[in-house]
């Protein structure tokens, strides 16, 4: 069953997600790991809005079906977001997905100690690239243990 796009037209989800998953950056960025607003700015940047952004997600794939794409093959996929509808919901899917590995970033850096001006740089990475961010904060990490290993050795 396909309903009409003004049912949830894609340029308003596509602009409303963007909005929320701002406020969830800019949360997470502004609150280092410790502080008393820390707490509250992960659940809402990794939990509500990540939620939040799956409502509108879920109802343009349920009200637009999956047209003739699909996930089988390139081609398949390029058609699935030839659709306005389900190209909002798959810039949705990538807001909400980014957001939620942001903040796992940003808990994970702070409670190893790394200085929240160190994790700004993987949260903008995250924030534009997504993968490349987790990939550079595992490289971060994986360095850190090799720099604590080193100096845990040499004492």
Avoid at 86 to 103: E, N, Q, R, S
């Amino acid at each position: 069953m396909t309903l009409p796009s003004s049912v949830l037209p894609p340029d308003a989800a596509f602009q409303a997600g963007n909005a929320l998953a701002l406020v969830g950056w800019l949360a997470l960025a502004l609150s280092p790991y410790g502080t008393a607003r820390a707490v509250w700015a992960r659940r809402l940047a990794g939990r509500v809005l990540p939620l939040v952004l799956a409502v509108p997600y879920v109802l343009l794939f349920a009200t637009q079906g999956m047209g003739d794409g699909g996930y089988g093959s390139l081609a398949e996929v390029q058609k699935l977001l030839a659709r306005p509808e389900l190209l909002a919901a798959g810039w949705l899917h990538y807001l909400a997905f980014d957001l939620f590995v942001g903040t796992w970033i940003a808990e994970r850096a702070g409670a190893s100690g790394l200085p929240h001006a160190a994790v700004l740089p993987l949260l903008a990475l995250t924030f534009l690239f997504g993968p490349a961010g987790l990939l550079a904060h595992a490289v971060v990490q994986a360095l850190r243990g090799r720099q604590v290993a080193a100096t845990a050795l040499a004492a």
